[in-house]
């Protein structure tokens, strides 16, 4: 071992006692048997101050004394006293440090200090500092261009691991350890680069990719990458687009709201587009944003709205989307000018675009009321639409000369009902057309059989009062009846214009 040292001696006095004493013919004091009676005791201390993996730094403050010894020895026992004076190193400094240890192992160190006779000790230790281990490190980073649909891969490194592995997991699905990933994980080649390739992934996913690395040291815990995300690619998708040859129709049913049942159809292309429309009660359906949800105001029912290309028979629901509704009614020629716009998205990601502009076929304003068509306050109007069905006469064994039996249909197959007796000597018996004039339940012309169905919300009666009046023009008729059905208050009074022909009137 090597020894810096540096010390300040204080005894000068004392030699110059020593030389003036052996100048003196006499002795300055006569030698007694023992120890000198006049000499001090001496103190002395240490202190580590600095310790290395190779080296310990110690300090030494001593008092009256006219030398200083020290012994570092290793282990944990200190050297007495006489070992250090007989083998120690005297110094005449006050810091001193011993070097070319060996690490991380015990030291001792005793020193004693003594002035003529008198002497004092002290002793300490110290444990030179593990030398450093280069601890494993590993990481991983994405190879440029190698992500698809559903495959990715990228470089993994490590430098002083003695075991490399990884995990790909999606990102987010749950917590992830070293440890866990030195249980789990698939091994790699440690302390060189390499490249990873993960398959059969899921499509615009994020995935997590762990790596961790550990070395053969007794409590060495294993070290985990950063993380690192990557995307797989999203699958292009494909886009189904209505031409400009296609046609739309419609039907219409109604209780507390408008359910338009739209059906696009392109032959060009071989598609067909139906969506179930859901809007406010109205005489057409309304403009507006209608979103792919529920059978509600303002939206698409899902359960409905669907795709289907030829030559396939099946319709496929979407996932999502949205169209827009912008509708122009025409008051003078009765139609309804539309423009459809919007994407419909299946559950994979393909969509349909709909750029529709023109007419539907079944949806129209109706027919204006009379000009004072004096319906009763609180009534509820009755339209018949002859799209679901015209309004028909029906012939039956069970009806008697001059009877009348005409059913009514609404766009959501309500019917109203009335049975109308007549004269049989007027009416050839009942096999000529219906005559103009008005008819009421008081004068018997309308019978009690007469009545009305409702099936949202339900409602079914016989009328109890009841007018109708008929004007026929050839073969189309002009009706207003206004009656009410049910007693007390559950009553309601309906109101019903039509104007148009009814089947089967003329009977053979």
Not at 217 to 230: A, R
Not at 299 to 316: A, I
Not at 405 to 418: A, G, P, Q, T
Request: hydrophobic share 35%; net charge negative.
């Amino acid at each position: 071992m090597k020894m810096r040292i540096y010390l300040k001696t204080f005894f000068a006095l004392l030699a110059m006692f020593a030389v003036v004493g052996c100048n003196n013919e006499e002795p300055a004091f006569t030698p007694q048997d023992g120890p000198n009676q006049n000499e001090k005791e001496p103190t002395v201390a240490i202190e580590v101050s600095q310790i290395t993996t190779d080296s310990i730094t110690f300090t030494i403050e001593a008092t009256d004394a006219n030398t200083i010894t020290y012994l570092l020895v290793e282990g944990t026992a200190a050297p007495d006293a006489s070992s250090v004076l007989t083998d120690g190193v005297k110094v005449d400094t006050d810091t001193i440090t011993c070097s070319e240890l060996k690490p991380d192992t015990d030291y001792a160190i005793g020193v004693v200090a003594v002035n003529v006779e008198k002497q004092a000790y002290a002793s300490t230790g110290a444990k030179t500092e593990a030398e450093e281990v280069p601890m494993p490190e590993v990481t991983i980073s994405l190879r440029e261009g190698s992500v698809t649909e559903n495959t990715l891969s990228f470089f993994i490194s490590s430098t002083n691991a003695d075991v490399l592995k990884w995990v790909c997991i999606e990102d987010g699905s749950r917590d992830v350890t070293a440890a866990q990933v030195i249980a789990n994980g698939t091994s790699t080649e440690p302390n060189s680069e390499s490249e990873v390739v993960v398959e059969n992934l899921e499509p615009n996913t994020p995935y997590a990719i762990y790596a961790a690395a550990t070395c053969n040291i007794e409590g060495f815990e294993p070290q985990l990458s950063d993380k690192l995300v990557i995307r797989t690619a999203e699958i292009e998708p494909v886009s189904y687009t209505l031409s400009e040859s296609t046609t739309a129709t419609a039907s219409k049913s109604s209780s507390t709201l408008d359910n338009y049942f739209v059906t696009f159809t392109d032959e060009t292309n071989g598609y067909t587009l139906r969506c179930d429309f859901y809007a406010a009660t109205g005489d057409y359906l309304p403009s507006g944003e209608y979103t792919l949800g529920e059978a509600a105001e303002g939206l698409l029912n899902n359960r409905y709205t669907s795709f289907m290309e030829t030559p396939s028979s099946q319709m496929t629901l979407f996932e999502s989307g949205s169209i827009t509704v912008e509708a122009t009614p025409n008051e003078e020629t009765r139609e309804v000018q539309y423009t459809f716009n919007g994407n419909l998205y299946f559950a994979n990601g393909d969509f349909v675009t709909l750029n529709y502009s023109g007419t539907v076929e079944g949806i129209e304003l109706p027919e204006p009321l009379p000009d004072t068509p004096n319906i009763p306050e609180g009534a509820t109007v009755f339209t018949p639409d002859v799209e679901v069905k015209q309004p028909v006469r029906l012939h039956t064994s069970s009806l008697v000369p001059g009877e009348y039996y005409i059913k009514f249909y609404d766009s959501n197959w309500n019917e109203l009902v009335l049975d109308i007796m007549l004269d049989p000597a007027i009416c050839n018996d009942g096999k000529d057309a219906l005559p103009a004039g008005r008819y009421t339940m008081e004068d018997g012309t309308i019978d009690s059989y007469s009545n009305i169905a409702l099936y949202s919300p339900y409602f079914s009666e016989n009328f109890t009062e009841a007018e109708l009046v008929v004007s026929v023009e050839g073969l189309e008729y002009e009706l207003t009846f206004i009656g009410t059905a049910g007693s007390g208050s559950t009553a309601k009074t309906f109101y019903m214009y039509y104007k148009g022909e009814i089947q089967d009137m003329v009977s053979e």
